[in-house]
């Protein structure tokens, strides 16, 4: 049998993958259930735990902005006023602290060179908490009150943005299939919108 090119990258790709997972456990001394690999979604043939320049794991994760075009011209794509953008964080076997450092990436906004992406939190936001419920595949975020404040734009629909933004973000990770986010202990409120229930992918009918 003959492998085209691609396939023989895919192969690599599914080699490298598989000896990371082997390996992880001994490395960090995590239980092997543990390690967030499932990282779900489209990875683009990457592998979800890497290495960087210092030898260090990391997880790649995505990040859910604005889309500049879809909320320019109120029209929603894909992933409705929201596209990803990949970064890499420190690895940890939390799944909690993993989801906080990816939140608070997603506070800090889009890279300068990022131009086609609109920050969806006010960079003031602090991020209180996250608890994650294994049994109801539910994740309840807690910002303080500044996440309500400068919306990202004014002409695709704020409120949907930032829902899909968090939802998107946040449900990528194992064990979470809806998202909560509160505003200081209550529901976030916005515009007429009023997170009262857990939100998830389907929510936005997309």
């Known amino acids: 049998m003959k492998f085209n090119s691609r396939e023989i990258n895919r192969l690599l790709i599914v080699l490298v993958t598989v000896s990371s997972l082997i390996l992880v456990p001994f490395a960090t ?8 690999t ?16 210092e030898d260090e794991l990391t997880l790649r994760v995505k990040l859910f ?13 894909e992933y409705g006023y929201v ?7 420190e690895f940890t076997c ?18 300068s060179d990022e131009e086609d992406f609109i920050k969806t939190v006010d960079k003031e936001t602090e991020l209180i908490s996250v608890e ?13 009150e500044e996440v309500i404040n400068n919306p990202p734009s004014d002409n695709s629909p704020a409120g949907t943005t930032f829902q899909e933004s968090m939802v998107f973000t946040i449900t990528q990770f194992p064990s979470v299939d809806k ?17 009262d229930s857990p939100m998830s992918r389907e929510s936005f009918g997309y």
Not at 29 to 36: A, F, K, N, R, T
Not at 95 to 105: C, G, Q, R, V
């Open 179 to 195: 998202v909560q986010v509160n505003v200081e202990g209550s529901p976030w409120a916005y515009d007429g919108s009023i997170w």
């Open 83 to 89: 596209a990803p953008v990949f970064r890499s964080i």
């Open 132 to 144: 994650i419920d294994k049994n109801e595949e539910l994740a309840t975020v807690d910002f303080s």
């Open 29 to 36: 001394g995590c239980d092997e259930e543990d390690i967030p």
């Open 38 to 53: 499932d990282l779900t979604h489209e990875y683009d043939d990457e592998p979800v735990i890497q290495t960087n320049d």
């Open 94 to 111: 939390e799944k909690e602290e993993a989801m906080e450092t990816t939140l608070n990436e997603l506070i800090q906004g889009p890279n």
């Open 65 to 77: 902005f604005g889309d500049k075009e879809a909320m320019e011209e109120n029209e929603p794509g």
